[in-house]
């Protein structure tokens, strides 16, 4: 995927206002569009972090924490990807032979009784 530099915040505020006026989104989706443009900006506050070695100051906004926000998103599906990538690998392999549909045995077709069988 190409970056573009554009951030989501920067597009809802740019289209925000004709996209409201053309389709008239409830109140719901009105609000979730406000909080991912507020998203680690100014508007919802921040801090500083200094760092202990150079004395570096970084100022660090608060995220909106909303669901659909890919900003605040990105970190916990990283973190839930990694859980179950761990788990996948720790479990033991299963014992239980399975088959799927169409794959039997050639001489035994699916739907057949062992008395329909004829040998050769």
């Known amino acids: 995927m ?13 289209f925000a206002e ?3 006026e053309k389709y008239q989104p409830n109140s719901f989706i009105i609000r979730t569009l406000d909080a991912l443009q ?3 900006t100014l508007a919802l506050g921040g ?8 004395d570096r100051e970084r100022i660090s906004y608060n995220s909106c924490r909303n669901r659909h926000c890919p900003k605040c998103q ?7 990807v990694e859980d179950r990538m761990k788990e996948a690998l720790t479990e033991p392999e299963p014992s239980s032979a ?8 050639r001489t035994h077709p699916q739907g057949k009784s062992e008395t329909n069988h004829q040998t050769g």
Not at 74 to 80: C, M, R, T
């Open 2 to 14: 190409r970056d573009t530099g554009n951030e989501l915040a920067q597009i809802i505020g740019r």
């Open 18 to 20: 004709q996209y409201i």
């Open 38 to 40: 507020q998203c680690r």
């Open 47 to 54: 801090h500083k972090e200094k760092c202990d070695c150079c």
């Open 74 to 80: 990105a970190a916990k599906q990283a973190f839930w």
């Open 98 to 105: 399975y088959s799927l549909p169409g794959s039997g045995c």
